[in-house]
C-alpha cells in the first residue's frame, strides 16, 4: 500500500489538545504514524493548514438522496465524512412493495422530500435494512451510520394498525427480530418520535407504541450489539417533552443505552422550554441515564414558498389541503373567495412567526418594491392581516416569492454557544436532507467554525474541533473516527482557519428532474479524505467513493 504523508500543517487532533504541528501518514484505510518530519510515496503539503479529523453530522435526512446523489452533497464540502441517517423514526427499510407507498407519504409530510424525487431517484429493489444497506454501501463518499426508523418499522409490521393502537406481544416480538437483523446487518441503533404526524395529520406509528413496547426495542438492540437511541420528543407541548425525555431516561438506565434527542433550541417565547429541558436532562443523568441533547450553530430560519412545501404551513389542515395541490390548482384555490378566508384566518395561527418573515426574492413588478421589507409592516400598511398580505404578494408572483423568515427561534448566540459547549450536549440536528425547499441544514460544522470560533471567539479551534469529532463519534459508539490517531480510520479534513466559512444559501437545480433546492457551499476546506482516500480535492470532487457503513 502506498504511503501518503500530509506534511507541514498544524494538527487539532479532535481530543481538544492543544495544536502541533505534526505530519501525519496515512497507508490503506488508516492513519499509520503522526510526527515530525515523516516520508511517504506521496507528499501533499498542508503548511498554513489545520489538518482535523472528518466531521460527523449526527441528525441527517440523506436516506433517498444517497440513492441518487452518493456524495450526500454538500455536507462533504464543509467537512463531514459520517452523516448519520433515519433520524426522527423515518428509515427506507423494512419496506414491502404495498408499504412504499405510505412511507414516501410520511417522508413527504414530515421531512418534505417530494414523492417526485422519490419516484425519480429511489430504485427500491430492498426489503429489509440490511439489504438497503447493502445497496446503499455501493459507491458512497462519505460514511453512513444507519437508524431503523421506528414508524417505518411498526407500517411494516402492523399495516394500518400501526396508527391505531399499541402491539400486541407476538407484534413486539416480531418488531424486535426484525430490528435484530437491522442490527446485525449494519444498522447502530432506532429512533423514536412523539411529536411528528402523517400527510393526514394524524400521529405518526412511533408516537402509538406503548412504552413497554419501546423498552422491549431497546433491549433487542442492546442485545444484537445496537448503540445508540434518538428520539424526537414533543418539543411544542412542554409536558410531553418533560414527559419522553423522563421515558427516555428509563429506556437508557435498563437496556444501558445511550439515548439522544433533539432539538434542544432557544425559544424566547417560550423560556420554560429551555429550561426545564436541560434541568430534565441533568436530573436524568444524575440518576444513571445517558441522555444527549442535540442542539446546532445555526438559527432556525427558513425560506417559506408557497410554490414549494413548508412543514410550517403543513401543521394547518386547510393549508396542508391546498399545498398538496399541483401549482395551477394551487393558485386556483387560493383565489377562490371561501377557500382564501379559510387559509387568511387558519394562517393567523402562525402568525407570531411571520412577524420575522422579509421578502427575499420577488418576481412581479408590482412586488418589486416590497423586496428586503419586512412582511409585517407591509401588512400594517394594507391595515390587513399578515396571512392575507401573505397571500396576496405571493400570488401575485405565481407562488414564487421568498419569505425569508430570520431570526424567530435560536437565534441569540450567546445561547446558543454556552449551549453547544454543556456537558451532556451534541452538535447535530442539521436535519441536512430534509426541508431542502426551505432552507439547508448542510454547512453547521463551517459556520461553527466561522462565526463561533474566527468571529465571535466563543471556542478555541481545538474545543470546536472535537465537539464535532470526538464528541459526537464517542455518544454514537462509532469506534476507530473522530481523532487524528495511529491506528484509526483515515478520515481527514484540511482546512485554512482563517477563511473557513459556510458560503450564502443559494438555489441548485439538481433534483430528480431538475427542481431547485437550497445548498450552502463551504469556503476555506478544499480536501476532505475518507479512509485513505481523497474524496474531495482542491476544492473538487474525485470519483473516489471509499464510504463504508459504520
Known amino acids: 500500500m502506498a504511503r501518503t504523508v500530509i506534511a507541514g500543517g498544524t494538527v487539532v487532533d479532535g481530543t481538544g489538545a492543544a495544536p502541533v504541528r505534526a505530519d501525519v501518514a496515512v497507508e490503506g484505510d488508516r492513519i499509520v504514524e503522526v510526527g515530525p518530519e515523516l516520508r511517504g510515496a506521496d507528499t501533499v503539503d498542508a503548511s498554513g493548514r489545520v489538518v482535523a479529523p472528518g466531521f460527523l453530522d449526527v ?18 464540502e464543509h467537512g463531514v465524512t459520517t452523516v448519520v441517517i ?51 454501501a455501493d459507491g458512497l463518499g462519505p460514511n453512513v451510520a444507519a437508524l431503523v426508523g421506528h414508524s417505518t418499522l411498526r ?20 418488531l424486535c427480530a426484525l430490528l435484530a437483523r437491522a442490527v446485525r446487518g449494519g444498522a447502530c441503533g432506532i429512533s423514536f418520535s412523539w411529536l411528528d404526524v402523517d400527510e393526514h395529520l394524524r400521529p405518526a406509528p ?37 414527559h419522553a425525555l423522563a421515558e427516555l431516561a428509563a429506556i437508557s438506565r435498563d437496556a444501558d443505552i445511550t439515548v439522544t434527542f433533539g432539538p434542544v433550541i432557544d425559544v424566547p417565547q417560550v423560556p420554560a422550554l429551555l429550561r426545564d429541558t436541560l434541568a430534565t436532562m ?36 386547510g393549508w396542508m389541503e391546498v399545498m398538496r395541490l399541483p401549482l395551477p390548482n394551487r393558485m386556483a384555490a387560493m383565489n377562490d373567495p371561501a377557500v382564501r378566508t379559510r387559509l387568511i384566518f387558519e394562517g393567523m395561527l402562525i402568525a407570531p412567526l411571520l412577524e420575522y418573515a422579509v421578502m427575499g426574492e420577488v418576481h412581479s ?22 396571512s392575507q398580505t ?24 450567546a445561547v446558543v454557544a454556552r449551549l453547544m459547549e454543556r456537558p451532556g450536549m451534541l452538535v447535530g440536528v442539521s436535519d441536512a436532507g430534509a426541508h431542502y425547499a426551505q432552507f439547508c441544514g448542510a454547512g453547521d460544522t463551517t459556520l461553527l467554525l466561522e462565526r463561533f470560533v474566527r468571529q465571535r471567539g466563543d471556542f478555541t479551534l481545538e474545543r470546536a474541533v472535537e465537539l464535532v469529532t470526538s464528541r459526537p463519534a464517542d ?13 484509526n480510520f483515515a478520515d481527514l479534513v484540511l482546512l485554512d482557519p482563517a477563511t473557513v466559512a459556510r458560503g450564502p444559501e443559494e438555489q441548485a437545480h439538481d433534483l430528480p428532474g431538475g427542481r431547485a433546492r437550497y445548498v450552502h457551499h463551504a469556503r476555506g476546506l478544499d480536501d476532505v479524505m475518507v479512509n485513505g482516500r481523497w474524496v474531495i480535492r482542491q476544492g473538487t470532487y474525485t470519483q473516489e467513493r471509499p464510504g463504508r457503513v459504520v
Not at 396576496?392 to 425569508?404: K, N, S, V
Request: aromatic fraction near 6%.
Open 390 to 413: 401573505l397571500l396576496e404578494i405571493a400570488l401575485a408572483d405565481g407562488l414564487r416569492t421568498e419569505f425569508r423568515i430570520v431570526g424567530a427561534w435560536h437565534a441569540d448566540e
Open 475 to 487: 455518544a454514537f459508539g462509532i469506534a476507530g473516527r473522530g481523532r487524528v490517531r495511529a491506528g
Open 206 to 242: 412511533s408516537r402509538l407504541a406503548a412504552p413497554p413496547e419501546r423498552l422491549a426495542l431497546a433491549r433487542a438492540l442492546r442485545a444484537a450489539g445496537g448503540r445508540i437511541i434518538q428520539g424526537v420528543p414533543n418539543f411544542m407541548d412542554l409536558s410531553q417533552q418533560v
Open 59 to 76: 441528525h441527517t435526512h440523506y436516506d433517498a438522496q444517497l440513492c441518487w446523489d452518493r456524495l450526500a452533497t454538500p455536507s462533504m
Open 86 to 136: 433515519g433520524n426522527c423514526s423515518l428509515s427506507l427499510a423494512p419496506v414491502s412493495r404495498a408499504g412504499r407507498g405510505k412511507l414516501v407519504a410520511m417522508f413527504e409530510q414530515i421531512e418534505d422530500i417530494r414523492a417526485s424525487d422519490f419516484e425519480a431517484g429511489v430504485p427500491w429493489g430492498w426489503e429489509e435494512t440490511p439489504e438497503y444497506l447493502r445497496f446503499l
Open 282 to 317: 441533568d436530573a436524568e443523568n444524575a440518576l444513571g441515564a445517558r441522555l444527549r441533547g442535540q442542539t446546532c450553530p445555526r438559527p432556525f430560519d427558513l425560506n417559506l414558498r408557497l410554490d414549494a412545501a413548508s412543514f410550517v404551513l403543513f401543521v394547518l389542515p
Open 155 to 174: 407500517h411494516h409490521v402492523m399495516g394500518a394498525a400501526s396508527q391505531e393502537r399499541a402491539a400486541t406481544p407476538a407484534e413486539v416480538d416480531t
Open 365 to 386: 413588478e408590482v412586488n418589486a418594491p416590497l423586496a428586503g421589507r419586512r412582511l409585517a409592516d407591509v401588512a400594517r400598511e394594507r391595515n390587513q392581516m399578515i
